[in-house]
Structure formats: structure tokens, C-alpha cells
């Protein structure tokens, strides 16, 4: 999923529980906020996530740079 259809579904989502707010149940805006602040952590957890995977295959990359008989020897 891009980021772009994230965008629009959360535009969809939004708009929806805005005409549940206004019309239906005017006491839905706080589940509004939290659907919006599951959404802005749910996000910030992915963004942590690929930013580790990273960091990781950094640390890889220079493991491997090292003499090789010496990681055989560690191993």
C-alpha cells in the first residue's frame, strides 16, 4: 500500500466520521481522534521499523567488510 492510497483512504475514513459526528452521533469525534492518533502511531512503528531493518543491514554490510577468516574464526 502507498502512500498515497493510505492518503485516501484516511480522507475516505475521515469524511465518514465526520458525517457520523455531525449528523449521527455528535459524541463519535472522540473516537475520531483515536482512530487519528492509532493511525499516527501505527505509522511512526513502520517508519521505526524500516529505519532498524536498515541500521541492521549497515551493520551487515560492515560485519562483511572485515577479514572473513577472522568472522570464521568468531563463529
Known amino acids: ?3 498515497v492510497m493510505l492518503w485516501n483512504v484516511m480522507s ?3 469524511a ?3 458525517f457520523l459526528g455531525s449528523y449521527i ?3 463519535i469525534r ?9 493511525v499516527l502511531i ?4 513502520c517508519i521505526g521499523l524500516i529505519a532498524s531493518s536498515i541500521l ?3 551493520d551487515f554490510g ?3 567488510e572485515e577479514d572473513p577468516e577472522q568472522l570464521l574464526r568468531r563463529r
Open 62 to 64: 560492515q560485519e562483511a
Open 56 to 58: 541492521l543491514l549497515i
Open 1 to 3: 500500500m502507498n502512500w
Open 25 to 27: 452521533l455528535p459524541d
Open 42 to 45: 501505527w505509522m511512526s512503528g
Open 30 to 38: 472522540f473516537m475520531h481522534q483515536l482512530c487519528f492518533y492509532f
Open 12 to 14: 475516505i475514513w475521515e
Open 16 to 18: 465518514f466520521l465526520d
